[in-house]
């Protein structure tokens, strides 16, 4: 190669000769603001040519400089973000096995090398929550936030120290932020409902509950329709409890008409129409909505309406006639002997409990019902075979409910199971026995 350009020199050198002979002229040059002076014409071309070669030279020079520094800049920086890398790969291993200690230093190397990494920062965050030092948590937190404040991450961490420091309303003010950002984040509206409901912000909650629905797959819909009602039905409770009776009375029968199926909503408006009109009025509709749904909740409550005023006739009519529709339902020969055990009529009670197959439903409420009855008729051997341990005479006029959700069991009936939130689901609790199908 360098024979090649000693070649093309001579030929260059050949050439520049060449018009020397055949360009003996003098040119006069005139330097700007000095003197003149006097020179070949080939001498004037080969000192434009040294400038021109010189001044390529400079700028390929400065070129190849900046290149050079630029490609050790990078190599400088490749291996920070290398080292780095590898810090926060040991950072991932060590909190995976559990060394909180060691993922911490590893972490805090990679602060050393760059104090503005964010991921690193929110890792020390999620290192001091599980230490429960919420206040340490909190500071790598906003500092990974004010570096990136348009990264939800951080958010999301900040929300969850104001949960567990029971900050809720600044827990609501980092949703809401996360939701300017992202206002199609399904994970931010669950965790703004989740507060809310610890809130019982109910009226918040609907409005919320709307934006949910629109948001969730089709295939959700369904369950966050529940949901829905749920809320509306709370929000006419608290203001049922809080006198509010025209609102709550207008909340039951939006329900009732939209949701024709949610017994809560009947039990609700029950109570509206005992303030407003009285207890007739609100038998009425009791019998009326049973007739439509045949809940035992509904009947549940008209028994202890009617017993209330006095007209025990009138709710066994009532139940006969509930049975004469429904001959194969045990649960209302149940309550029926239930309701003669309340009333003292021992032997119209131990008619209709014995008419109960024990084959299709043996319980030990039913057991322990019949055994008192029988004690009183003094026939203590049928009693004695009646009776299941741990059925105090104190608790058989009461009834427990399950809820068909979870299987839990109460004591009291409430529009909303308090051990998995599902609302309308509870069921006269006659499952101690196995019914067979």
């Known amino acids: 190669m360098s024979k090649f350009l000693i070649f093309l020199l001579l030929v260059f050198l050949t050439v520049i000769g060449l018009f020397a002979m055949e360009n003996k002229e003098m040119v006069i040059i005139k330097v700007p603001f000095g003197a003149s002076y006097e020179m070949p014409k080939i001498g004037l071309m080969l000192l434009s040519l040294s400038f021109g070669a010189f001044f390529v030279f400079i700028v390929f020079f400065i070129r190849d400089t900046s290149n050079l520094i630029s490609k050790l800049q990078l190599q400088k920086k490749q291996k920070k973000e290398e080292k780095i890398k590898d810090y926060y790969a040991k950072a991932l291993r060590d909190i995976m096995r559990d060394k909180v200690q060691e993922a911490k230093e590893a972490l805090q190397e990679i602060l050393k090398e760059e104090p503005e990494h964010v991921d690193a920062l929110i890792r020390l965050g999620d290192l001091s929550m599980k230490e429960e030092d919420y206040k340490t948590a909190l500071k790598y937190y906003k500092k990974a936030y004010e570096l990136d404040p348009k990264n939800i991450v951080p958010l999301f961490s900040l929300e969850n120290v104001m949960e567990k420091m029971n900050e809720n309303e600044l827990a609501i003010k980092y949703i809401e932020q996360i939701i300017n950002l992202e206002p199609d984040s399904p994970l931010a509206h669950y965790k703004m409902r989740n507060i809310l409901e610890r809130l019982e912000k109910w009226e918040d909650l609907i409005s919320l509950q709307k934006k949910i629905l629109k948001l969730v797959p089709e295939y959700k819909k369904a369950e966050e329709e529940k949901k829905l009602v749920g809320y509306t039905y709370e929000y006419g409770r608290v203001n049922l409890e809080s006198g509010e009776i025209e609102q709550a009375g207008r909340v039951f029968s939006s329900l009732i008409n939209n949701y024709p199926e949610f017994v809560p909503a009947y039990l609700g408006m029950t109570e509206v129409i005992l303030s407003k009109e009285g207890v007739k009025e609100a038998i009425e509709f009791l019998q009326k909505s049973y007739d ?26 009532f139940y006969f006639k509930a049975i004469n529709e429904q001959p194969d339902d045990v649960e209302l020969k149940f309550l029926l002997g239930r309701l003669y055990y309340r009333l003292e009529m021992i032997d119209d009670a131990i008619e209709i409990l014995s008419s109960i197959d024990p084959a299709i439903c043996s319980t030990p409420k039913l057991h322990c019902i019949k055994g008192y009855l029988y004690m009183r008729r003094n026939q203590i051997t049928k009693a004695i075979s009646e009776f299941k341990e741990l059925c105090p005479e104190t608790q058989v006029s009461t009834l427990s409910y399950l809820c068909r959700a979870c299987h839990s069991t109460f004591e009291e009936w409430v529009g909303r199971c308090p051990v998995c939130g599902t609302w309308s689901s509870f069921e006269v609790d006659l499952r101690g026995c196995e019914i067979l199908k």
Request: net charge positive; hydrophobic share 45%; glycine share 4%.
């Open 292 to 317: 439509n749904l045949k809940s035992k909740i509904l009947l549940i409550r008209l028994e202890d309406l009617l017993i209330s005023i006095g007209d025990p006739k009138r709710l066994i009519q």
